[in-house]
């Protein structure tokens, strides 16, 4: 496998469930992040990781929990969503943190979630 | 409220036209200045990078950035209907971590 691999591809949960977003790259980057994206919205930025830290935290609500063990795995724990929640969620790497244009995001495909 | 605005489209333009995509960003402490392709159903992928006013090109691709207007726009020359996506702008401010994106253009080129 190579590049930044998402499962599951798609989710449907009710309102109580607990369920977790699985993102893990083969890129040697050190720098994680989950954005979230809705129709006809731009994409969101909840949480970036780099060196393992956090170091982004976009007033994401506690509904959205994530956990990054290394460098090359990254999740998100989900519990008691919304519908509104509902959208398609998005891991990216980079090399670092800080220089875009030295080390472009690379983006995952994304797990398509519906709160139900 | 930092903000990155694009029209949201769809622009059509038929096959080896020019197609032209604005961006406008509300911050002026942005640095860099990204453009992504994303096509219906997969993940963005970088198209162009720019940080310095004026133009950059690469191959049909040309990104052109006015600081002092606070435009950035992607033209995209000889257009393929392999080119029908969404484009989304980017934008990074200061020394964060953040890349701040636009709500896309969608593009259809028609054959």
């Known amino acids: 496998e190579t590049g930044v691999t998402q499962t599951p591809r798609h989710l449907v949960m009710g309102m109580t469930n607990k369920k977790s977003l699985k993102c893990e790259q083969h890129?040697?980057?050190?720098?994680m992040y989950w954005y979230k994206q809705s129709a006809k919205k731009p994409l969101e930025l909840m949480f970036v990781y780099n060196f393992k830290e956090q170091t982004e935290n976009n007033s994401v609500p506690s509904r959205f929990s994530p956990e990054c063990p290394n460098s090359s795995h990254l999740f998100l724990h989900l519990h008691t969503l919304q519908p509104e929640d509902s959208a398609l969620y998005l891991c990216?790497?980079?090399?670092?943190?800080?220089?875009?244009?030295?080390?472009?995001?690379?983006f995952g495909n994304g797990t398509r979630l519906t709160v139900t | 409220q930092k903000e990155v605005e694009q029209n949201s489209g769809p622009l059509s333009v038929p096959e080896g036209a020019i197609a032209s995509l604005n961006c406008t960003y509300s911050?002026?402490?942005?640095?860099?200045f990204f453009w992504y392709r994303q096509y219906s159903g997969k993940s963005p992928e970088l198209i162009m990078f720019?940080?310095?006013?004026g133009d950059k090109e690469d191959g049909r691709f040309t990104a052109q950035l006015n600081k002092a207007s606070q435009y950035v726009s992607l033209l995209i020359r000889d257009s393929q209907p392999s080119d029908s996506a969404t484009y989304l702008c980017a934008v990074k401010v200061d020394s964060s971590y953040k890349l701040i994106f636009g709500s896309g253009t969608r593009l259809l080129v028609r054959p």
């Open positions: 720019i940080y310095s006013n």
């Open positions: 890129l040697g980057h050190n720098a």
């Open positions: 911050d002026r402490g942005s640095q860099s």
């Open positions: 990216a790497s980079s090399q670092d943190g800080g220089s875009f244009y030295n080390s472009p995001l690379h």
